[in-house]
Nanobody, 121 residues
């Protein structure tokens, strides 16, 4: 079994910071990319940030310069450092990983349960 466990969500004032963390566990052979998505009420889920196995990163325009994604390869973990938070960042944030399980030749997407981030004005 593979699980993605998230932590770090919470309530913060505008301009503050939060760090989200996610660790993958289970019978994992390899992880290609990891990332964070978010979904606000009444809106579509969107990619916030992603990082490849080689360290390349991608961010949605609205968070560039404020958020930083990083990986801990030894721990199969990914973090999202969020600075200068705005009320529009309020959403449920989901960890995502494209990984291959042991004895599998294909990569599949796995998702965390989600963690709430609320930013007060």
């Amino acid at each position: 079994q593979v699980q993605l466990v998230e932590s770090g969500g919470g309530l913060v004032q505008a301009g503050g910071s939060l760090t989200l963390s996610c660790a993958a566990s289970g019978s994992i052979s390899s992880i290609n990319g990891m990332g964070w998505y978010r979904q606000a009420p009444g809106k579509q889920r969107e990619l916030v940030a992603a990082i490849t196995s080689g360290g390349g990163t991608n961010y949605v325009d609205s968070v560039k310069g404020r958020f930083t994604i990083s990986r801990d390869y030894a721990k199969n973990a990914v973090s999202l450092q969020m600075n200068s938070l705005k009320p529009e960042d309020t959403a449920v944030y989901y960890c995502n990983a494209a990984l291959r399980e042991l004895y599998s030749s294909r990569y599949y997407d796995y998702w965390g349960q989600g963690t709430q981030v609320t930013v007060n004005s």
